[in-house]
């Protein structure tokens, strides 16, 4: 059965967060989906990058790219986003995406049910939420982590509605941090 986890993101930002769950997946050689929902944050570009660079740093996808590029002085996570106009069966550049160990994607509609790099993990995160769990996604991953800020009531709200429609037919885990950013399961 599919295990699906629960981060409640209180005392440390979600790029702090999510890069240290993604090496951890790395670790277990499990590739990764990362499936983010609305905006996040805004990234100003530098004045001497391009526009286009810009427009997608300011963009929720831009914005963890970003982060995992630069999450540790010494390390960075490598990882490719995914582009669902390359994903047809018929285009070649679809094969680089099973070789991703870290896929971003971002839309509501962006993958249709598909798993492009064989992933055994996937992060919903920045408004993203599971949808159609009991026959479309569990069966495709070991595990499914919904992470939520904490901050923003309605976000919280909404947590709790996905919470009390997985935990019905899923093995659900609620993990919260402590004021000093560690994670203690509270259910």
Request: aromatic share 10%; with cysteine.
């Given at each position: ?8 993101l209180?005392?440390r ?63 960075f ?17 679809r094969e ?12 509501e509609?962006t ?10 993990i ?28 904490g ?33 203690m399961?509270?259910a």
């Amino acid at each position: 059965m599919t295990e699906v986890f629960f981060y409640h993101l209180e005392h440390r930002p979600l790029e702090q967060v999510l890069p240290v769950l993604l090496e951890k997946s790395l670790e277990r050689g499990w590739n990764s989906l990362v499936h983010v929902g609305k905006d996040i944050s805004i990234i100003e570009g530098e004045e001497n990058e391009p526009s286009n660079s810009r427009k997608q740093q300011n963009s929720p996808i831009g914005f963890l790219d970003k982060a995992l590029w630069a999450f540790r002085d010494d390390s960075f996570l490598p990882h490719c986003i995914y582009d669902p106009k390359k994903s047809s069966s018929e285009n070649p550049e679809r094969e680089e995406y099973e070789k991703q160990s870290i896929l971003l994607c971002a839309g509501e509609k962006t993958l249709k049910g598909e798993n492009p790099n064989n992933a055994q993990i996937k992060f919903y995160v920045a408004g993203a939420v599971p949808t159609g769990l009991e026959n479309m996604e569990a069966g495709q991953y070991k595990r499914l982590v919904f992470m939520f800020d904490g901050h923003d009531p309605d976000v919280v709200v909404e947590a709790r509605q996905v919470w009390k429609n997985l935990s019905k037919t899923h093995q659900a885990t609620y993990w919260q941090q402590d004021e000093s950013g560690n994670w203690m399961k509270k259910a």
